[in-house]
């Protein structure tokens, strides 16, 4: 399957009368875009800004940040099964806006909600600051109960997305990247000698607004089953979970798979990267058993000699990490691991819930309770109601001078177990 994937650089976000892309300056039709949301009756209001980096901004409570795109050529569009119809993406040409994202926020569905900062202590820590953010902060109708309110807010947020994206059709990216899965037998044809990796992807779909949806079906209905990367790039996968934001992996970070990207970039040079295998990640053990199983039975099926793995989420989830890790080496195949760390603000508990000697190849995406102060900020989108009650937070957190002091556990993308963040280890 071979995508074509062109970029369209956005170099400022302004609000007007029209929505535009000119010269590389988005204007959004703010009237057009209310109209949009309130399209579903569970919402009451919705209030539109914009966020640009190294401005004195802090955005909370974060639900989703979505990079929007358009399918130019090729079946099916953006976000199938959920926006688009159901139809199998990964082929054709699809546009990307560089440079900026649709950010949702509002009153807090889950505890394990973020705060973005645009500058600051906070902005080192956060990806989604390097971004020029649309935010809508989301207004639910009295009484609305919050597995409701989380989907009415990911619905919102995918349409305004796509509303966005669709402003780019007719336009020239300013660059282009091709990517392309063989077969498994054009593969083995094409490089015989090469070691055969494929990436085995965890979602998170824990239930209790901890949920991943695939081609618009809940993850946790799901068996282990295979995906080509490209199909990632179109939005086939997308977030609807509150997990602690500093691990949780928002729709533009499946968007842009890390883990897939950099194998693209070997394939057909040290590796043949043979796809990616997504497994769910259950609260039951035999659910944890069943989709561990598969992944190992898949793994072997495809002949790999190595895959890469990552989790979504902590504590629970690290049991399922470990199941995949150990079935998978019994197979003989080689694995490597990524996941972030819990190991105590000083930093001497054990990192993860649960481990195993199989898992000796294990890169680190930081240690979530490392403790911050993130300064006050002239401006906040959304609501600091809710900073003393977010996963990684205290009673204390929020300052009289506006001051949080928390672990980056609170901070959107810190520890991104996909290896979208910014932290890195020597």
């Not at 968007?255 to 070997?266: I, M, R």
Request: proline share 4%; aromatic share 6%.
């Amino acid at each position: 399957m071979k995508l074509e994937l062109g970029f369209i650089k956005i170099e400022d976000v302004v609000l007007g009368s029209e929505s535009k892309i000119v010269d590389g300056v988005l204007t959004v039709d703010c009237e057009a875009v209310k109209k949009l949301v309130l399209e579903n009756d569970k919402i009451k209001d919705v209030q539109i800004d914009v966020a640009k980096p190294g401005e004195s901004t802090r955005i909370t409570p974060v639900k989703d940040v979505i990079q929007p795109r358009v399918k130019v050529e090729g079946p099916g569009g953006i976000f199938p099964g959920v926006i688009a119809p159901v139809d199998t993406v990964g082929s054709g040409k699809t546009y990307a806006l560089e440079g900026m994202a649709v950010v949702t926020a509002g009153k807090i569905v889950g505890f394990q909600e973020g705060i973005i900062d645009m500058s600051g202590e906070g902005a080192k820590y956060c990806p989604f600051s390097k971004l020029i953010n649309l935010v809508l902060v989301i207004e639910p109708i009295e009484g609305l109960k919050q597995h409701d309110y989380e989907e009415a807010v990911r619905i919102a947020g995918l349409k305004v997305a796509c509303y966005i994206g669709e402003l780019a059709r007719t336009l020239t990216p300013y660059r282009t990247k091709a990517y392309e899965t063989p077969t498994l037998t054009e593969g083995l044809k094409l490089y015989p000698d090469l070691p055969r990796v494929a990436y085995v992807k965890m979602l998170q779909s824990q239930g209790l607004l901890h949920d991943t949806y695939v081609y618009g079906v809940d993850a946790k209905k799901t068996l282990s089953t295979f995906i080509y990367p490209t199909e990632l790039f179109d939005g086939a996968i997308l977030s609807g979970n509150c997990v602690s934001a500093c691990d949780k992996n928002p729709t533009i970070v499946h968007e842009n798979d890390p883990v897939s990207t950099e194998l693209f970039e070997q394939h057909g040079k040290t590796i043949n990267f043979v796809g990616v295998i997504i497994t769910n990640e259950n609260v039951y053990l035999a659910d944890k058993k069943r989709s561990s199983d598969w992944s190992a039975k898949m793994a072997e099926y495809f002949g790999v000699d190595a895959v890469v793995i990552t989790e979504e989420g902590f504590g629970n989830p690290d049991t399922d990490l470990m199941m995949n890790c150990t079935k998978i080496e019994a197979k003989g195949i080689k694995t490597v691991l990524v996941t972030d760390e819990y190991c105590g603000q000083d930093g001497k508990s054990q990192s993860l819930a649960d481990s195993n000697p199989a898992a000796d190849a294990c890169v680190t995406a930081g240690n979530a309770n490392q403790v911050v102060v993130l300064p006050a900020m002239d401006k906040v989108i959304g609501t600091l109601d809710y900073v003393n009650k977010i996963a990684g937070g205290n009673e204390n957190s929020l300052r009289p001078d506006g001051s949080i002091e928390a672990e980056i556990q609170v901070i959107t993308g810190a520890t991104s177990e996909v290896g979208y963040g910014l932290l890195s280890a020597r």
